[in-house]
């Protein structure tokens, strides 16, 4: 069974730019959760996709957007991005989309210079 | 408003000492609480979580609904109990954990 994996590792942008990030879920999960960590901070919840569709969202604006696939793997993707987006950013899967045990993935740590 | 306050930053014990990383939270109705861990260099990952009632590693946890809390408990300390503790619940729809902003527990010897 392969655990939830994220790319890359990590990533430099400057202000303005855009993002996208990746997300490959465990196997058999139809789930995938974003989380935005910054430092010093508990993960913050960005959105969740549950089969293609996104099934809840949290306190980020529209700038970040999210994808899911028919594999269920999952992007993420920031536009005009600020320095405030510097952060570790977390991908979590689940067999379901309600109360479920969320595994986590190793994150993406981003830089915005 | 559903909410995870963890009020230390950082606990420092000696080994064989007893633990206990303190969990509040705010929400309205029954929570689903969990406690995570992240072990120096690795990933995010559940230690226990409040309805299977388990005892993972050591540590236990008890819902307290009249205090609202969910601390995290072990008798005996261990060195590599050291890490970063979150406590986390769902949000009311089941979608979303909300963490706290974890405790590093440091164990010496």
């Known amino acids: 069974e392969t655990g939830v994996t994220q790319s890359p590792t990590h990533l430099i942008k400057t202000r303005g730019q855009q993002v996208t990030l990746r997300c490959s879920s465990q196997?058999?999960?139809?789930?995938v959760s974003w989380y935005q960590q910054a430092l010093g901070q508990g993960p913050q919840f960005i959105f969740q996709?549950?089969?293609?569709?996104?099934?809840g969202r949290g306190n980020f604006p529209p700038r970040f957007s999210g994808l899911q696939f028919p594999n269920y793997s999952s992007e993420l993707n920031v536009n005009a991005l600020e320095l405030d987006d510097s952060a570790l950013y977390l991908c979590?899967?689940?067999?379901?989309?309600?109360?479920?045990?969320?595994?986590f993935g190793p994150g993406t740590r981003l830089t915005v210079l | 408003a559903q909410r995870v306050t963890q009020p230390e930053k950082l606990l420092s014990v000696f080994k064989g000492a007893p633990v206990e990383l303190k969990c509040n939270y705010s929400?309205?109705?029954?929570?689903?609480l969990f406690w995570y861990v992240q072990y120096s260099r690795q990933r995010l990952q559940l230690l226990l979580r409040?309805?299977s009632r388990e005892s993972i590693k050591g540590f236990t946890a008890d819902l307290n609904k009249g205090e609202t809390s969910f601390h995290l408990k072990k008798p005996f300390a261990q060195e590599e109990d050291s890490a970063m503790y979150y406590c986390?619940?769902?949000?009311?729809?089941?979608?979303?954990?909300?963490f706290g902003k974890g405790t590093t527990l440091s164990v010496s010897s």
């Open positions: 979590a899967s689940s067999l379901d989309s309600l109360g479920d045990e969320q595994f």
């Open positions: 196997s058999g999960h139809n789930t």
């Open positions: 996709y549950y089969r293609e569709e996104e099934n």
């Open positions: 929400y309205s109705g029954s929570p689903e």
């Open positions: 409040h309805i």
């Open positions: 986390a619940l769902y949000n009311q729809a089941g979608t979303a954990l909300i």
